[in-house]
């Protein structure tokens, strides 16, 4: 059976964007960056899209 993986990069509150619209805070240092490598190398499929509220 398959794996379904859901990922998102958001604030612990779910924010995107700081209060000034900026979302240059989510810029991934080494250890993060090697993480979320690690974790997406064995994925065979990628869907990408929006939420809409």
């Given at each position: 059976?398959?794996?379904l993986i859901y990922s998102a990069i958001t604030?612990?509150?779910g924010y995107v964007a700081d209060e000034?619209?900026?979302f240059?805070?989510?810029e991934p240092d080494e250890e993060a960056h090697t993480f979320v490598n690690?974790?997406?190398r064995p994925v065979g499929t990628?869907?990408?899209g929006r939420l809409r509220p």
């Open positions: 059976m398959a794996k604030s612990l509150d000034d619209g900026n240059d805070w989510a690690d974790l997406e990628y869907l990408y």
